[in-house]
């Protein structure tokens, strides 16, 4: 069987630059690409300085190009389960088989849960986003339309304010005084109803339909949807929250040792910039671990040296 120091579960930027660093650690490492990461809902990366306007196409492939070029593998499978040994190390299953790893590095990411809206898997990413941060400037100063879960519809209201004064929510929802105070005070509008639809003329948004049977001009809009952990695999490995997300210390270390998380895995809230720079954190993290798991076998092999000869005399 093989056995690899690390086996890495996804291949976005947080997998890669963990395997980056293992690669050229001389850590034998494996990564797991099983699938497209979330970053393919969008058509050009922002917010990641030096690559402003890549493609994700493009920049998953220069990363992967960099993993390869020291010596990491990747395989295009998805993984299956992975079962702790009683000896410390990990039995990873795919397609093809099983391997054994002495770590595993999650970065399995997050999906977002998206209501059933006519238009809206069309449009995902493009005419709907999740986040001003990495959207806001290319709509600056346009219309804006928020809907989507009703706990964080203030919040993301005046967030997306920081952009363009021109917003409305979309919302049936009672908001409390504070949000309520929010609202009011950037002056942004309130529509009691309820988003069903995206509207596109001549394959441009111009607008939502609701619930009432009217239709809201707008620009651009801004859903505010629940995130999940992508797959089940930290579940089966440490402690997650109801929403599957890993819970990890700011090394990425899990309640289980030998397993890291990594990216969105352990940070639902994470930018492209953090996802990266988590993975090449927990490079080095993952190799202090296994050097010190090898100087604990030493050490237990030389007791075990020292020993037989006493024994013999007997």
């Known amino acids: 069987m093989e056995i690899f120091d690390s086996v890495i579960v996804g291949a976005g930027v947080a997998g890669l630059s963990a395997a980056l660093f293992l690669g050229r650690a001389g850590r034998p490492t494996l990564v797991y690409d099983g699938g497209k990461p979330r970053i393919f809902a969008v058509e050009e990366v922002r917010e990641f300085l ?26 295009a499978e998805a993984v299956q ?8 190390l990990f039995d990873v299953q795919s397609g093809s088989g099983t391997v054994r790893a002495r770590t595993v590095v999650l970065a399995t990411g997050t999906v977002d849960e998206l209501p059933p809206l006519s238009g809206l898997p069309e449009a995902w990413g493009r005419d709907v986003k999740v986040c001003p941060c990495f959207d806001g400037y290319e709509v600056r100063n346009q219309r804006f339309v928020v809907f989507g879960l009703p706990e964080r519809l203030a919040y993301m209201a005046s967030w997306v304010f920081m952009w363009s004064p021109q917003v409305i929510v979309v919302s049936q929802h009672a908001f409390n005084e504070a949000d ?20 596109h003329r001549g394959g441009k948004l111009v607008g939502v339909s ?27 490995l440490c402690e997650v929250d109801e929403f599957g997300i890993a819970k990890t210390d700011a090394g990425g270390r899990s309640s289980r040792p030998g397993v890291f998380v990594v990216g969105n895995a352990s940070d639902s809230w994470a930018h492209l910039a953090h996802a990266t720079a988590a993975g ?25 040296r020292a020993v037989a000869p006493s024994l013999a005399a007997r």
């Open 280 to 304: 090449t954190k927990v490079g080095p993290i993952v190799t202090l671990y296994l050097l010190e798991k090898l100087l604990a076998e030493k050490r237990a092999a030389a007791a075990v």
């Open 210 to 236: 609701t619930e009432s049977g009217h239709e809201i001009a707008c620009d651009a809009t801004w859903i505010v949807a629940k995130s999940r952990a992508a797959s089940d695999l930290a579940a089966s």
């Open 81 to 88: 389960s992975i079962r702790p040994r009683e000896d410390g």
């Open 180 to 199: 309520a105070e929010r609202l009011r005070l950037l002056n942004i509008g309130v529509t009691r109803d309820e988003v069903t639809g995206l509207i």
């Open 50 to 75: 030096g690559f402003d306007g890549i493609t994700p196409t493009e920049l998953l492939a220069r990363s992967r190009d960099e993993v390869l070029r020291y010596g990491a593998e990747i395989r």
